[in-house]
């Protein structure tokens, strides 16, 4: 199938149209929300307290697919505010769109429609020509939606779809869904026995004993890295009072998803970030420049207070743990500690398996603290930064954080889906409100420059997206257990577990499955457990000190000594 020529931004939100034209003519009582494209496709918003179930949605679509076969017209048409109103008489949420509309200056508000067919919607546009022009779309989902996004405000029906230029360009992403469906981290924490969340702690997730293996090695990793580097770690407070954070300039951009607490009648607040904490560290001590820079590193566990509409699962969670950073250096040492850090990142990915990654250098926000010559210094260090590093980087303006220009790395999964997740921040107005100081080799005091950084990002959220991308299939140093034990028969257990303990001196994560089953059971539920290692051991193998060994990709790679398995195992682990 041909392309319809228009981009996708114009044709998905063409298609939010046709689906409420298609709603409205099934189901005349249901009021209209809005209707935006977004990145993989679109939605509308609808009022309709009855809800939709999934075989309204097989309606919807049939009905929609009648539209485009009718190939309408879309038509723009000018109209006052009066005509407006008049025209959405019967749909409150569209008057109230048009009521918070400001008139021009030159006079009466003009405002725009589009009519397909008998239908009729406030919109800016623009659309494709005619619906027969949407020629591959799906309806994918229903859910609940706060309208404008307020919980004081009516909960609507949002219905999701997607739509594309052709229809092998929606198949292959239908593909890809399904597949991101099959490696969803909620559904294989689940399967794997990786963590949960529980009513009584809604968005806090419960790390269960494999999950916290998977934690802790990652830790592990990261502590040794870091200090192999030069990073000295830190721990800091998980409550600190009002006044700091009005000092730091948090109060004013985070203060409606911090939570607050009263001590001594004084209100302090849970730490939605770390680094006021690493500069009041480093403020109790007198530097001399000789110490400069100073690396502080911190596993910080923060809150947030996310709403509940968009908790989603590791990926959006109301307390998790920040792999921080924060640098403490002289002006003439943030290039080399910049391109430390990018050194640092581009190891850490490597070893996680991410070699597809772009950067953005996101510059000063409209809203923002710090004079103009500050943003212009540190604009310019990180553009240098970059240049010297020799790394192809996007400009992002208005994007940086509210004390400083940031630099964003924006990884590819093995799905070709992209994250983000580390962050490097240039920052001269914390240090500036904090008036920290070093003394210099002239014996004065002077400022320094902090730099910000993070490379897991939430480490919640990086476990999340590890368990998708590799769909569960660890690698062989993270995964919670990497061999198990199958004895083939009871007698054959003793040397299971004698085998077992000498590998867990090794330092192996080994389990015994002792169980009463078949082998070929057992084998099929570590593969499924994907577990890297089975192990089976029967008559033979205890009475020669074997063990016959199976590999989840690679199949039977037979009988060995236990040396061999070991040196293999280890060898395979400093790989």
Known sequence: MESSGFDLTTIRHSAAHILAEAVKQLFPTVKLGIGPAIEDGFYYDFDYPEGFAPEDLEKIEARMAELVKADLPFVRREVTREEAEKLFADEPYKLELIHDLETAESGDLVLTVYEQGTFTDLCRGP??????????????????AYWRGSEKNPMLQRIYGTAFATQQELDDYLTRLEEARKRDHRKLGKEFDLFSFQDEGPGFPFWHPKGTILYNNIVEYWRKIHTERG?????????????????????????????????DEQTFSVKPMNCPGGILIFKDTLHSYRELPLRYCELGHVHRHEKSGVLHGLFRVRAFTQDDAHIFCREEQIQEEIVGVIDLVQAIYTKFGFKDYR????????????????????????HDALKAKGIAYVVNPGDGAFYGP???????????RS??????????????????????EDGKPHRPVMIHRAILGSLERFIGIIIEDCAGAFPLWLAPVQAVMIPIADRHTEYASSVAAKLRE????????????????????????????????????????????????????GAMSLDDFLAKIKNELTA
């Open 127 to 144: 659309h494709v020509n005619k619906t027969g022009d949407v020629k591959a779309f799906k309806l994918l989902s229903v859910a609940g």
């Open 231 to 263: 990073y000295q770690e830190v721990r800091t407070p998980m409550i600190l009072n009002e006044g700091l954070w009005h000092r730091s300039g948090h109060w004013d951009t985070y203060r409606e998803n911090m939570y607050f607490v009263e001590i």
């Open 359 to 382: 950067l953005e250098l996101s510059t000063r926000p409209a809203k923002s603290i710090g004079s103009d010559e500050m943003w212009e210094t540190a604009e310019s260090a990180l």
């Open 406 to 416: 940031k630099i964003d790395f924006h990884v590819k999964d093995s799905m070709g």
């Open 419 to 440: 994250w983000q997740l580390g962050t490097i921040q240039l920052d001269f107005s914390m240090p500036e409100r904090f008036e920290i100081e070093y003394i210099g």
């Open 506 to 557: 090794a330092g192996i994560r080994v389990h015994v499955d002792g169980r009463n089953e078949k082998t070929g059971f057992k084998i099929r539920e570590a593969q499924v457990q994907k577990i890297p290692y089975m192990l089976v051991v029967g008559d033979r193998e205890a009475e020669q000190g074997q063990v016959s060994v199976r590999h989840r990709e690679n199949g039977d790679l």
